[in-house]
């Protein structure tokens, strides 16, 4: 039983290690696997790896040339962009000259063929006048022949020496007449000249408004496109510091706890730097419209003066022409006044003459017949010539009225016209004036107040000793302070006197103000404040209006200067206002003496 046992127990013992054994062969053979396959799995890890790092470099690299081409498209596509623009400006400043140069060259035509024209109608003009001169002349040439012809006839005929004198008289006032007529003629003719040169004149001067005109929009679109030049000169400019400052930024520091508060500060920095540039170009560009303006606004003030004056200039040279043309007129009809009188004298010597020569020679003629038809004839003509005469005087004083009223209205209009112009004028003077005054006092400028100096004052013990020195020390220091005043008073007056010589002058005058309680020099400031008041020279405005005393105005001129007067009083008055208001503050000054006692020691409030 005991061998079967143990050989049992070796056969199972055997077969244990020959499992074992077994296991440890197969444990081997799958350890191999197992490092054949790690080893197979490194292998393809590393390659892997490889081809991963290949790809990402790949990948980056594309990465990069997708940028630098997108860089590059969009270098190119700002180029062209650029190169478009360019191209559209250059095109734009070559149709701008083409039209410049082609509107330069159909005005110089319209010029010339406006020339042509007036050449042409004066051509005409002139050649109608010839031909109807010519026609005159034809006519009177008829005239005089059958004249001759009639006179020949009739010095063959037995004619009295009464006919012939008759008859001597009817063809000098047939020359007269003549000569009358020519004179017209010539009149009309010159009438006709001057209304087609008037007419050439209005339509130069229109043509001559047009170009201004054009000439006017040249002159906007420039300064359109010289403000756009010059916001796009700011918009480069900010670049530029937006680009200093990036090229000033502080990165190489490297990150650290306030790195996120650098940056801000960085950033602020550049935005409070950018915010500096723009207002320092925009108060720079303000300043530069406001003197602009204020140039423009004196300019126009001096140019409505002076065209006030040359209105003034041109009506007395107007007037005087028509003096001259009435003086001309006034002669010309004296003599023919004298030579109708000399007519009349004749005629009145002839009729006296004809019943001596009827009666001695009544026996001698016997054609009596005929003499009375002529001299009915010439009573005719002479009762014609006296309704014509009348007519002619009726329409000759019916054409005074009118000038009489054409000149009274022209008068009035100019008066007018000047008061408009000098009301223009003095508004534009005191438009400065308010301009200047808001200038200086503004709220954005900071006016500087003098601060008031403290001292340590003593009270006196003995003020008999101490007064003498006291006073003189309030004399010096009122002395001080009045310099003082008369400066700003000096700098102010300047300020408010207008830029124009004629016009009013305002001086303010304003007494120092003394800082003493003593009773001594009270007095003196009370008097001195009493003192206080607006000297206006009225120099000025007394000459202008003794120069305008002649024309109807001059009662609205003075009516115009008191409310100027008033307003500018009312002006001048805001100002001392104003500049009180930082004065209002005064302190009590403590005289006493200069004994060292700790008791009595003060400052001064």
């Not at 006030?308 to 200039?313: H, I, N, T």
């Not at 004629?502 to 009270?522: C, G, H, S, W």
């Not at 009312?570 to 005289?591: C, S, V, W």
């Amino acid at each position: 039983m005991e061998a079967e046992a143990v050989s049992n127990l070796r056969r199972q013992l055997k077969e244990a290690e020959d499992e074992r054994k077994k296991a440890a062969q197969y444990g081997l053979h799958i350890l191999e696997q197992q490092n054949e396959m790690q080893i197979q799995l490194d292998q393809l890890q590393n390659e892997l790896s490889t081809k991963t790092e290949k790809y990402e470099q790949e990948k980056y690299s594309l990465q990069r040339e997708v940028e630098l081409k997108n860089r590059m498209l969009e270098s190119l596509s700002f180029e062209c962009d650029a190169l478009k623009q360019q191209q559209n400006i250059q095109l734009d400043k070559q149709r701008e000259q083409l039209e410049r140069i082609h509107g330069q060259e159909i005005s110089q035509l319209k010029n010339k063929l406006e020339k042509l024209k007036a050449d042409l109608d004066e051509t005409r003009l002139s050649e109608k006048q010839l031909k109807h001169k010519v026609e005159h002349q034809k006519a009177i040439i008829t005239a005089k022949s059958e004249e001759l012809h009639m006179m020949s006839e009739r010095v063959h005929e037995t004619m009295s020496s009464e006919m012939l004198t008759l008859q001597i008289e009817l063809t000098e006032l047939e020359s007269v007449k003549a000569s009358v007529e020519e004179k017209m003629n010539e009149l009309q003719y010159s009438k006709e000249q001057l209304e087609l040169a008037n007419s050439n004149l209005r339509n130069q001067l229109e043509r001559l408004q047009g170009e201004k005109e054009e000439t006017e929009k040249e002159i906007v679109s420039y300064y359109n496109a010289l403000e756009k030049a010059r916001e796009a000169n700011q918009a480069l400019q900010g670049q530029l510091d937006h680009a200093q400052l990036q090229a000033l930024d502080p990165n190489s520091k490297g990150n650290s706890l306030f790195a996120e508060v650098e940056d801000r500060r960085a950033e602020m920095e550049r935005q409070l730097i950018s915010v500096k540039v723009k207002y320092q170009s925009l108060q720079k560009q303000h300043a530069f419209t406001r003197e602009q303006l204020q140039r423009m606004k004196l300019q126009m003030a001096t140019l409505l003066q002076m065209k006030g004056s040359q209105a003034e200039l041109e009506q007395l040279e107007r007037l005087q022409s028509m003096l001259e043309q009435k003086n001309g007129e006034v002669e010309e009809l004296l003599m023919k006044v004298r030579q109708l009188e000399k007519f009349k004298n004749l005629y009145e010597n002839m009729e006296e003459s004809k019943p001596s020569s009827s009666s001695s020679r009544g026996g001698e003629f016997e054609d009596g017949y005929y003499t009375d038809l002529l001299q009915i004839k010439l009573e005719n003509f002479n009762k014609e010539t006296e309704t014509l005469r009348g007519e002619l005087s009726l329409q000759r004083m019916k054409a005074l009225y009118e000038s009489q009223r054409v000149l009274e209205v022209e008068r009035k209009l100019f008066a007018n016209e000047r008061h408009l112009q000098v009301c223009q004028s003095e508004n534009m003077n005191l438009r400065v004036m308010l301009d200047e005054l808001k200038m200086k006092y503004e709220p954005e400028e900071l006016i500087k107040i003098p601060k008031s100096i403290q001292r340590k004052e003593k009270i006196p013990v003995n003020m008999t000793s101490e007064s003498a020195d006291s006073k003189n020390a309030t004399v010096k220091e009122t002395t001080h302070f009045s310099s003082q005043n008369k400066e700003e008073r000096k700098i102010c007056a300047k300020n408010l006197e207008p830029s124009d010589g004629p016009q009013r002058k305002y001086v303010l005058v304003e007494a120092p103000m003394n800082i003493t309680p003593l009773p001594a020099t009270q007095q003196v400031v009370e008097a001195e404040r009493d003192r206080k008041r607006v000297k206006e020279d009225t120099k000025d405005s007394s000459e202008r209006n003794g120069n305008n005393s002649l024309t109807p105005a001059a009662t609205r001129l003075t009516a115009g200067s008191r409310l100027e007067t008033v307003e500018n009083e009312e002006l001048n008055e805001k100002t001392i206002k104003r500049e009180k208001k930082p004065r209002m503050k005064t302190y009590n000054a403590l005289y006493v003496s200069s004994n060292p006692t700790p008791e009595t020691q003060c400052p001064q409030q």
